[in-house]
């Protein structure tokens, strides 16, 4: 086994997932500013691990392991909170997003069921001989859907500012307005580009299914 440093920022980002996911749950904002600025920091090592394995000749079977486990790791450990915050807010904050709400149930399972099927239809696929890449639907899925993601937790670290430092003015109406439609065009977009990726991958590699071999 090699631990190279595009592994080990893997594994880092393994490691700070579960933190990320716990913050937004403390009270106070400045919780959920680190959760913000930790994930930001941790997709930005998503980029770079991979860009880093390819310049320096450090590709190697574990990081082609770690990676996909990191990236589903860290979403289903962020929708955990971005879940239960926005259908169960306390008394003092509202977290719900503008025009869905909380976040439904469907858009939970579709998010969390397409990153299962697409990981098994790769297994499937290699044990076929054949070896499903990202395409690009995919990763502007990823892309959008981190959007979607560190916009909610810093929408939570808005609300929760507003309610221990109350103040009006044009800029307060204007932000909460922005930010709040940032989040919910967001998850839209991101729910449109999953579905679609997931057609895509199926039609582009639909001979796997219907081959009886």
């Keep these: 086994m090699r631990w190279t440093l595009p592994n080990i920022l893997t594994l880092a980002r393994i490691c700070l997932t579960p933190v990320i996911a716990l913050l937004p749950f403390i009270s106070g904002y400045w919780p959920k500013v680190i ?40 979403l289903f450990a962020m929708l955990v909170p971005i879940f239960w915050m926005t259908r169960y807010p306390t008394i003092l904050v509202d977290y719900r997003i503008k025009w869905w709400g ?53 929408w939570f670290a808005w609300k929760d500012y507003l309610a221990e430092h109350r103040f009006a003015g044009w800029f307060r109406d204007f932000w909460d307005q922005f930010h709040g439609w940032v989040v919910a065009i967001t998850l839209g977009i991101a729910v449109v580009l999953t579905v679609y990726s997931l057609a895509v991958y199926l039609y582009k590699y639909r001979s796997l299914i219907t081959s009886r071999e």
């Design 35 to 74: 959760a913000f600025v930790t994930f930001i920091a941790v997709a930005v090592t998503d980029v770079i691990d991979g860009w880093l394995a390819r310049k320096r000749n450090e590709v190697s079977e574990l990081g082609q392991l770690l990676d996909p486990i990191a990236d589903k790791l860290l």
């Design 102 to 154: 909380s976040l439904p149930v469907w858009v939970l399972l579709l998010l969390v069921g397409r990153e299962l099927g697409i990981t098994a239809f790769r297994w499937f696929a290699k044990r076929r001989g054949v070896v499903i890449p990202a395409i690009g639907a995919g990763k502007l899925k990823a892309v959008v859907q981190n959007v979607f993601i560190g916009a909610t937790i810093a």
